[in-house]
């Protein structure tokens, strides 16, 4: 999914070429650059749009199962699973007598009481402490019970297919234009060099990473003038704590989007400060800087290997990376996961 960011009216202004001789030298526009990180002080922020799936496990506590149909429950990885019980709703709000609760995990085995990944309670309620990847796949639960002391012991049958979900791995992917020297110069590729360091290092603090997606530089025929050096910049700027290892930390002003909406928010006042140094410049402009209104901003999400959104057939969690069920895969950092006509397990990541 993603929603873009309109980038600020140009300015006619900075498009001008430089003038010969200008004092302020290729090195100079370096340094110019390098002032911005001491000036761009952090600032909170918060994503407008937070994925729902984020407080499903929070607001769904206790899960109850159907006679008619399999329950689809979803648990984060890595995560304490929701109460998933043995009753259907009418039998929750019913008494038993002598009731015997027996579950089954996938592949039929039976799972003991004293199981280290799961627990059954004495009131047959089924819970995970750190769902794993592995645990996914279809559950029974066997329920035996009297309605009454009177009648007879009564057989229930009921099925859950728990899945595993993850947060899907989200970044902001960035586009910006500088006016440029000649294209075969060797200042544009010092320049990209010096601008990446510049932009990691702002993020840094915040846990995130700038990754260089692609540089080009064109020459673009402007409207009623002659023509000039552009370099176009792609760049995207993520999370460190996906899959390379534990959270940063855990408190809640740490989630990842809200270090990634605060990451936004300092490239963004980065590019703004210098258009405002320009704006204040007696000298011509240098041959090398940012072109006014170019920045523009997407939000994307992504689902890992494995993982996919569908709408359909999660309509209880449409914005969770789910792991693909059986007969499906997803090979790459894509949205959905992709059927396949192999006999495939929870999570494939390719079609083999």
Same mark, same amino acid.
């Given at each position: ?20 001789? *200008? ?21 909170? @922020?918060?994503?407008?749009? /937070? +994925? ?5 496990? #929070? ?14 429950? %979803? ?13 259907? +709703? ?7 007598? &002598? ?22 309670? *004495? ?10 990847? @592995? ?8 329920? =035996? ?14 099925? %859950?297919?728990?899945?595993? %979900? ?18 075969? *110069? ?12 510049? !932009?990691?290092?702002?993020?840094? &603090? ?6 260089? !997606? ?8 402007? #409207?009623?003038?002659? /023509? ?12 460190? &704590?996906? =899959? ?15 270090? !990634? ?33 170019? !920045? ?15 709408? /359909? ?11 693909? *069920? ?7 950092? @894509?949205?959905?996961?992709? #059927?396949?006509?192999?006999? /495939?397990?929870?999570? $494939?990541? $390719?079609?083999?």
């Amino acid at each position: 999914m993603e929603a873009s960011a309109p980038g600020r009216r140009r300015r006619r202004g900075w498009r001008r070429a430089p003038a010969a001789g *200008s004092p302020l030298t290729r090195a100079a526009v370096v340094l110019l650059l390098s002032a911005f990180v001491a000036r761009a002080t952090p600032s909170v @922020g918060y994503l407008i749009r /937070l +994925p729902r799936s984020f407080h499903l496990t #929070q607001d769904t506590v206790k899960i109850v199962g159907s006679s008619n149909f399999p329950v689809k429950v %979803y648990v984060m990885l890595h995560q304490k699973s929701p109460h998933v019980l043995c009753v259907t +709703p009418r039998l929750r709000n019913s008494e038993m007598i &002598d009731p015997s609760f027996q579950w089954h995990g996938p592949r039929g085995k039976i799972i003991s009481v004293e199981n280290s990944t799961a627990q059954v309670t *004495s009131t047959g309620s089924l819970i995970f402490q750190n769902f794993e990847e @592995g645990m996914s796949g279809v559950y029974t639960c066997f329920l =035996e019970y009297k309605p009454t002391v009177e009648e007879i012991v009564k057989n229930l049958q009921l099925k %859950y297919v728990i899945y595993a %979900y993850r947060e899907p791995h989200y970044y902001y992917q960035f586009t910006a234009r500088y006016h440029a020297a000649p294209c075969n *110069s060797i200042y544009n590729i010092s320049f990209e060099k010096k601008l990446l360091q510049i !932009l990691s290092k702002l993020v840094l &603090d915040l846990s995130c990473e700038v990754s260089l !997606l692609k540089s080009e530089c064109h020459r673009v025929k402007m #409207q009623r003038a002659g /023509l000039q050096n552009e370099l176009f910049f792609t760049f995207s700027v993520s999370s460190l &704590d996906t =899959e390379k290892g534990p959270k940063p930390c855990t408190d809640h002003s740490c989630e990842s989007s809200k270090r !990634l909406s605060k990451a936004k928010n300092l490239i963004e006042r980065f590019f703004n400060q210098q258009i405002e140094v320009l704006g204040r410049r007696a000298e011509p402009l240098p041959e090398i800087y940012y072109i006014e209104g170019t !920045l523009q901003m997407v939000w994307i999400n992504r689902c890992f290997p494995g993982y996919g959104m569908n709408t /359909l057939k999660h309509p209880k969690c449409p914005e969770c990376c789910v792991i693909c *069920s059986p007969g499906s895969y997803n090979p790459r950092d @894509g949205t959905h996961c992709l #059927q396949c006509n192999s006999s /495939l397990a929870f999570g $494939a990541k $390719a079609c083999v």
